[in-house]
């Protein structure tokens, strides 16, 4: 009998109005009700006083002594008080509109009851009380999960039901794990595992059934993503570059400065990948600064070489703007042709360089995702690059990369990622990483200050440009908000302007229109405009050098890995930089968030600590973003056992073992069953 495809309606109880419920939950099988966990437990062991934190749920015993009391408020509401003794100590139970337990709680009695503790008046709000030696021989001792519902289905329902799955197909379940890898790590088995999860006896039986699952669910997660990944490589021919290496030296002797250490190992790496037959799928990481851009300018003159055509895709107009300056900089001198392709040009415009792209008179393209667009055909793709990638979601991803015969594709990123979201998010590519910054770049000195210190910001951005310095200021939002009291752009921009006056101000905001906010970055990269103040649009890549100060107005509403982008702005060129973030936070994460920012310039620590802080799924942003939901697994908390895991499955897909020995058997068989799913998708 195979779980996976038995209907839920199977289990006794479930009719088909129930399973629909089910269905909200995402569970259609027996499996998946099996596999449905709970996220945390109702501890109904009974605790020593001496254990209860204020604030914090407990159980304790005791006696109840004196009669209980009601006090009314209104017609409905009512609060029912009773005192008991807990290891000679009087505390008071607290039942809020359940006034009718009153007759219940009989002097002497012994109860057990389990909710919050107040430790300052000694009280405990009842969330559940075992009142009867039956209620208390059936509950007290146990831990009961808790699921996450939804309307429709009620836990209490749902622990029931799931108790009764266990009961009917409990022994139906198979170990898909080797048992060379049970033996290795100590793991229970499957079956036992999964009903302890959801029934534990005691906390270390649960921990162990945790334990089991979680190297259960990230082992076949990156098993899955290495075995994706090798049928890919074996499918998909990619291009084997052939790039003269003479010519690709005298452009790289030409680059006005010595590659670091770190470029040039990244450099090769890519260069590899490129002339090897197979695709190449490479995320190139690299601190903001770190010099991407000039890796991704050879990466495309070695493809012009070979003879193919180059595109570069970024998230926004700006940065397209930017890296078309900077790439025809760099290629121009060299014959080749850099065109851009963005949402802003004319229809005309866009078809000129739609027909120069298909008829091969460009060699590259920068272009927001206009490039993705149906419409636009290559003569011959060779090598793709998608710069800031997390910003582009899964799809957009590949819907590039399959404009071409199987392009290589290099992802840039300036946002570090901890290396256990890299192996999850990323687990199909190749890491290249630039850890060093140019030499002779200064840290960018970061202060926090609260906002009534205002006028000395004003006083500092203006002493530097007297010095012949640039500026940002950064604010949260676009438009006055009458709920929110933050700072917007329109206003910082008007009390900057006056107060800085006859210093020049530009304001760019994401509801200009594309040619003014071109204007205005024009302005400010040729020092025209001094002072920059700026919604987030500057966020990523922008590069001016001679800005030095990056003041960021109520800099608690962004999160780090944005903050940590908006200072990447300044700390660019030869001069000592400034950023200055402006908060009177209001939550601890808040702080949190200024502290960290204060504490260190470190790109891959900030995103180490904002991962603590945020948890996986928020890390990115949006849920696109490839890293998956596990059921049990947390990767904050099994970093380690991720690694792990991810080492025995690249063991086991390398190995012929898993088409030969037995023991692969369900492992097999799983594997076989997600290809056919994959397949049945095309
Ligand atoms: P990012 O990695 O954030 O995209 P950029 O490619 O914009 O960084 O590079 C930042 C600045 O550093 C640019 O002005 C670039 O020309 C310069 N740069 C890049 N590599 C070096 C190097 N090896 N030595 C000195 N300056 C460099
Ligand atoms: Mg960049």
Known sequence: ???????????????????????????????????????????????????????????????????????????????????????????????????????????????????????????????????????????????????????????????????????????????????????????????????????????????????????????????????????EKKEAAGIAHSIDPERLKAFVNHIPFPLTEAQRRVVNEILTDMRHPERMTRLLQGDVGSGKTVVAAIALYANYLSGYQGAMMVPTEILAEQHLKSLKEWLEPWEMTVVGLSGGMTAKERRDVMGQLQMGLADVVVGTHALIQEAVAYRNLGLVITDEQHRFGVKQRSLLREKGENPDVLYMTATPIPRTLAITAYGEMDVSTIDELPAGRLPVETYWVKRDVWPRVIQFIRKQCGEGRQAYIICPLIEESEKVDLQNAQSVFEEAAQELAPIRVGLLHGKMAAAEKEEVMKRFAANDVQVLVSTTVVEVGVNVPNATVMVVYDADRFGLAQLHQLRGRVGRGQEASTCILVANPSSETGIERMRVMTETTDGFEIAQRDLALRGPGDFFGFKQSGVPEFKVADLVEDGKVLEVARADAVRLVESDDLWVEEEYAPLRCWIQAFEKEASMMD
């Open 1 to 231: 009998m195979n779980l996976d495809v038995t209907p839920v309606t199977e289990v006794s109880g479930v009719g088909t109005k129930r399973a629909e419920d089910l269905t909200s939950l995402g569970i259609r099988t027996v499996a998946d009700l099996l596999a449905y966990f709970p996220y945390r437990y109702e501890d109904f062991r009974v605790a020593d006083l001496g254990e209860a934190v204020h604030e914090e749920k407990i159980t304790l015993q005791g006696t109840l002594f004196g009669s209980p009391s009601i006090r009314w408020y209104g017609k409905k509401k009512s609060r029912l008080t009773c005192r008991m003794q807990v290891q000679g100590v009087t505390i008071s139970l607290v039942w809020f509109n359940q006034h009718f337990l009153k007759n219940k709680l009989v002097p002497g009695q012994t109860v057990t009851v389990h909710g919050k503790w107040d430790a300052h008046r000694l009280w405990l709000t009842v969330d559940r009380a075992f009142l009867t030696p039956e209620e208390q021989q059936k509950q007290v001792g146990r831990l009961e999960p808790v699921y996450s519902v939804n309307a429709s289905v009620t836990v209490s329902w749902l622990r029931k039901t799931i108790a009764q799955a266990f009961r009917q197909f409990g022994g139906k379940i198979r170990e898909i794990l080797p048992q060379a890898l049970l033996e290795r790590y100590q793991l229970m088995g499957r079956a036992r595992a999964m009903v302890l999860l959801h029934f534990p006896k005691g906390r270390e039986e649960g921990r162990q059934a945790r334990r089991r699952m979680v190297y259960e669910e990230l082992f076949l997660y990156e098993l899955k993503l290495l075995w994706r990944r090798r049928q």
